[in-house]
């Protein structure tokens, strides 16, 4: 089991529509694992939106709100200064110093954003990249770690689905 999971299983408990956004750049190898996972998470139901937002989530403020977006999951690749494939779930007070990709705006802002404008709560899947570089496609450590934790976000999505 990854850290995360009881966590995260805390974080959407009577949650009734939850948003799931994949963040980052795919032209720079692990900055697309957020992409990554959002293109790869097999979850079909009218409660779960699933967005890829890339580099610009601000963007589908619009969108989040009139869906009703109760918790906004977001999964981007983040510099904590930690082993490569290093992965914690990060609220917008603990933040702080964690250097998020590619972004514009800082993710506390875009996370403080978010829930003045859907009224929902945010939390961050951050994953510690191994590089970041222009190129295409996941490093190889990172793809296992991308690949289980798709396998964890669809079994809890999942398992809170059916209640």
């Known amino acids: 089991m990854i850290g995360f999971e009881e966590e995260l299983k805390d974080f959407i408990t009577d949650a009734k529509k939850i948003a799931v956004l994949g963040i980052g750049n795919d032209l720079r190898s692990d900055d697309g694992l957020g992409l ?6 097999n979850i079909d139901d009218p409660r779960i939106m699933i967005e890829n937002v890339g580099s610009v989530p601000e963007g589908f403020t619009k969108s989040l709100a009139d869906f009703g977006a109760e918790r906004i999951i977001m999964v981007d ?12 779930l990060i609220t917008k007070d603990r933040i702080g110093g964690i250097a998020i990709s590619t972004h514009g705006m800082p993710l506390s802002f875009l996370m403080m954003y978010l829930e003045e404008e859907t009224s929902g709560k945010t939390i961050l899947i951050g994953i510690q990249p191994k590089s970041i570089q222009h190129g295409e496609g996941l490093t190889p450590e990172i793809r296992e770690v991308v690949d289980k934790t798709i396998t964890s976000l669809e079994n809890i999505l999942k398992q809170h689905l059916r209640g």
């Open 36 to 41: 990554f996972i959002i293109d790869n998470l």
């Open 77 to 88: 690749a983040a510099d904590m200064r930690k082993p490569p494939g290093h992965i914690e």
